[in-house]
């Protein structure tokens, strides 16, 4: 069955820092690869996917992330933090060979600091 | 942009009773979700429906759980004789058809038995 594991469930950057949120799968086929943020209070948001047609995903808000297939990771980035990207990421996967349902990780909690 | 809405935003019930969490999906989305997570714990899926029964579902959603679609744009989750463990915050989601096709969360409806 295919899980993910988010590597470290509190990160804090300081404002204009890179972040990064580091996530692994496991799954005995392709997945489809999810990053989702939750801001306080709210539903979950897409922030981008992968889908097999790109390694190298771009998403919303000047996040990415890049599927690696020999290290089966999908580790989020953003280039410089602003304050307003303080919330919980969820990394979620889709196995190639099961139904929709997504599995997600334990969520990383990013803080960000001026 | 179009959203998936969940009502009431919060629900308090006495343990044994019964209560009926409601979800309007994105209206052209033909997939649609039950996910839980309980405070501090990871996002569980519980549920998906689709062509008006269910497709997949965990071995959270035993006997106490039911869904079901009663008009054309309402997707309801229902728990039977609630406990203390239910208290939770419920997610409905809906995608289209394609795994791919990323699932649109609601707000959620935190539910607390007391």
């Known amino acids: 069955a295919q899980s993910v594991t988010q590597l470290g469930s509190h990160v804090s950057v300081s404002e204009g820092a890179l972040v990064l949120l580091r996530c692994n799968y496991s799954s005995s086929v392709p997945p489809y690869l999810f990053w989702y943020v939750q801001y306080p209070n709210q539903g979950l948001q897409l922030l981008l996917k992968y889908t097999s047609a790109a390694t190298l995903v771009k998403g919303i808000n000047g996040f990415e992330a890049e599927f690696k297939k020999s290290e089966t990771s999908f580790h989020l980035t953003k280039p410089s933090a602003h304050m307003s990207d303080a919330a919980e990421y969820f990394c979620?996967?889709?196995?190639?060979?099961?139904?929709?349902?997504?599995?997600f990780g334990k969520g990383t909690s990013l803080l960000v600091t001026p | 942009e179009p959203e998936v809405t969940q009502t009431p935003s919060h629900q308090v019930t006495q343990m044994g009773q019964e209560v009926i969490l409601r979800c309007v999906p994105i209206?052209?989305?033909?997939?649609f979700y039950w996910y839980r997570q309980i405070l501090g714990q990871k996002v569980e899926f519980l549920v998906s429906?689709?062509?008006?029964?269910?497709?997949?579902k965990s071995e959270i959603f035993d006997d106490q759980f039911s869904v079901e679609r009663p008009d054309g744009s309402n997707f309801t989750l229902k728990i039977r004789s609630t406990k203390l463990e239910d208290s939770a915050m419920y997610f409905c989601?809906?995608?289209?058809?394609?795994?791919?096709?990323?699932?649109?969360f609601g707000d959620g409806t935190r539910l607390s038995i007391l």
């Open positions: 429906f689709y062509n008006n029964e269910i497709s997949e």
């Open positions: 979620a996967v889709i196995s190639g060979n099961s139904g929709y349902a997504l599995n």
């Open positions: 989601a809906s995608s289209g058809t394609g795994k791919n096709q990323p699932q649109h």
């Open positions: 209206s052209n989305h033909l997939y």
